[in-house]
């Protein structure tokens, strides 16, 4: 399986979140942090809030924070959040074409290998890949 860039970065910003759930972080530190552009980690921060998995605040002293500890999110969640429109091949899709549908057995391979690989990532949480040890743009270590 491949995800998308969407996911990937958004798995690497929860797993900063994670390393420090006592602060909060802007989207311009994230973007500095990851070489992202602001606005596409805004894009991501966006699809994270409306899925419940980051509260974000507005103005001094704000920023995304956990909206829940993370040992209580876990990964397969959160890979179908951030790939949610995304299907794995395109006869997945709504409305996808397929040339040999009706007669495809690779399409029931594929629905159960996607369905394996969530539910492994089900078994770990967010908290289970937070960073560690972690520099803060303040000069203090993250553990």
Known sequence: ??????????????????????????????????GLSRHHLAKIMQRLAQGG???TRRGGGGGA??????????????????????PLVECFASGGDCSIDGHCRLKARLRAAEAAFLADLDR???ADIALRNVPSTEGETHV
């Open 124 to 126: 770990a949480t967010l």
């Open 1 to 34: 399986m491949r995800l998308t860039s969407f996911t990937d970065y958004g798995l690497r910003m929860l797993m900063r979140l994670a390393a420090a759930p006592e602060r909060a972080f802007s989207t311009a530190e994230l973007a500095g942090e990851f």
């Open 53 to 55: 998995i980051v509260e």
């Open 65 to 86: 924070v956990l909206a829940r500890p993370a040992d209580q999110i876990r990964l397969g969640a959160l890979v179908r959040l951030l790939e949610e429109g995304q």
